[in-house]
């Protein structure tokens, strides 16, 4: 079955700088890559997402990149603000069903 | 609010009690997830349904869990003879196959067995 590492498990960083989480996937098979913010004692927030038939994806401070030959995703944040500071979580699937997740990575932005 | 719903967002119960969860998806999503996460970690897939049909199962799903969709629109999990292991937020989650994969989780079902 699939299996999915990210790293780091936590991240700190200055406001204003970039931050960067990776991911790895194990099951070529899988097609479906999200990216997931979560707050305490909230469900997790979709904050972006990527299908394997495109290499990267952007909306205004977030990016994601897919490499499906080394079978590893990134998150990347740039110009990190105070309330960008959460849990974050990779997932990867065929499909979006049964979703795997990472075991997240804990980002503190510092002002 | 047009998102999932889930109710309660918190239960506490003694345990061997029974317990059960109630999602209610997006209008018209055919397909719907039931999610469990402990602290610190990431969502584990319990479950999911396309309409009605329950169409996989994780091995976390013990005897003791039930999910049902009677009618293809709401969702009941339960819980029966709680352990204290079976504290977590239990996550439900949909989405319409014809518009893609995209998923939006609700905000959860925290459960505490004391």
């Known amino acids: 079955g699939e299996n999915v590492e990210q790293h780091p498990s936590t991240l700190s960083v200055q406001e204003g700088d970039s931050a960067v989480i990776k991911c790895t996937y194990s099951d070529s098979a899988s097609n479906y890559f999200p990216w997931y913010k979560q707050e305490l004692g909230k469900g997790p927030q979709l904050i972006i997402d990527i299908r394997s038939n495109v290499g990267e994806k952007k909306d205004q401070r977030i990016a994601v990149t897919l490499n499906k030959t080394a079978k590893h995703f990134s998150l990347h944040i740039t110009e990190t603000q105070p309330e960008d500071s959460a849990v974050y979580f990779c997932?990867?699937?065929?499909?979006?069903?049964?979703?795997?997740f990472g075991t997240g990575t804990r980002l503190q932005v510092f002002p | 609010d047009t998102g999932v719903s889930q109710n309660p967002r918190h239960k506490i119960t003694k345990r061997g009690q029974n317990v059960t969860f109630r999602c209610d998806p997006i209008?018209?999503?055919?397909?719907l997830y039931w999610y469990r996460q402990t602290l610190g970690q990431g969502p584990e897939f319990l479950t999911y349904?396309?309409?009605?049909?329950?169409?996989?199962k994780s091995r976390l799903l013990s005897d003791r869990f039930s999910a049902e969709r009677p009618k293809g629109s709401f969702s009941t999990l339960e819980i029966q003879r709680t352990e204290q292991g079976d504290s977590a937020m239990y996550l439900c989650?949909?989405?319409?196959?014809?518009?893609?994969?995209?998923?939006?989780f609700g905000e959860g079902s925290w459960l505490t067995v004391v």
């Open positions: 989650t949909s989405r319409r196959t014809d518009y893609g994969n995209t998923i939006y």
């Open positions: 209008s018209e999503h055919n397909r």
């Open positions: 997932a990867a699937s065929y499909n979006a069903d049964k979703l795997i």
């Open positions: 349904f396309q309409n009605e049909a329950q169409l996989e």
